[in-house]
């Protein structure tokens, strides 16, 4: 019985572990005060020629490793998801992005057809805005961060995130969440020049994107033996939370 019970349970930890690379879906685990899931008939932020950005309160210590938000393209003329992202986080600064923290660099990154509804489209530098302007949107799932950002538990940071492919009239927007968390997104025709709230016809908005941690499988691969020493405690424990969450799931199916 207790050799069948650890065959079980070994199973179940290579499913989680299988499952939790590239897509997120509800119910999923996160690093982030909650999912800010995307408002199927709302507002899609334009990406390019300003940068957006959102705050979010992390829940516990360690490594970002997944990044994952939705977008939305103007008029429904899908171009290139897959190049030209500037990803970067930065702290707080009084309701606002301060001081650039980390930014993303070698990662994989994963476009998947989410679902659709009747949506806007919205640039702040150049309104008016537009409405039922598009139907489809995708999750862009940001994974396998070689250099992961490390964040503290109830520290707010802000995640930021600019598309730097300015291939018309393939223009890409990041939707807006069903819900909202402290500050209201943002947005800046550049790094320098200060941010503004995203609100339209009296109206802020929040961004869809969540941000989650996966124990790497094979950390020592990528790092050298000095690093992966550092690394191993964070390793251990994690593989231990996603065998505890694994053996949970096996107990309540019975």
């Not at 702290?91 to 650039?100: E, I, M, Q, R, S």
């Not at 489209?121 to 396998?144: E, L, R």
Request: proline residues 6%; glycine residues 6%.
């Amino acid at each position: 019985m207790r050799a069948l019970r650890l065959m079980i349970c070994s199973f179940l930890v290579l499913y989680c572990v299988s499952s939790s690379f590239g897509d997120w879906d509800e119910g999923d685990p996160y690093k982030m005060h909650y999912p800010q899931l995307p408002d199927p008939y709302g507002w899609d932020i334009c990406l390019e020629d300003q940068y957006l950005a959102d705050d979010f309160t992390c829940i516990e210590d360690g490594y970002i490793t997944d990044i994952h938000f939705w977008i939305s393209w103007l008029d429904d003329m899908e171009g290139d998801p897959y190049i030209d992202w500037d990803i970067s986080i930065y702290n707080d600064a009084g309701g606002a992005p301060g001081t650039l923290l980390w930014q993303l660099q070698q990662y994989t990154i994963q476009v998947r057809y989410y679902g659709q509804g009747l949506q806007g489209w919205y640039c702040p530098s150049y309104p008016p805005a537009i409405y039922n302007n598009h139907q489809f949107f995708y999750q862009v799932n940001i994974t396998g961060i070689l250099e992961p950002f490390v964040q503290e538990a109830g520290t707010t940071y802000w995640l930021v995130i600019r598309n730097n492919n300015v291939t018309d009239p393939y223009v890409v927007g990041w939707k807006s969440s069903t819900t909202a968390y402290q500050n209201p997104a943002v947005w800046a025709r550049d790094l320098v020049s200060g941010w503004t709230p995203i609100v339209y016809s009296l109206e802020v908005y929040d961004l869809a994107f969540v941000i989650e941690y996966v124990m790497q499988i094979d950390p020592f691969l990528f790092f050298s033996p000095e690093e992966s020493l550092k690394r191993l405690p964070s390793i251990i424990d994690s593989f231990k939370n996603l065998l505890c969450r694994c053996i949970t799931e096996f107990s309540v199916e019975g």
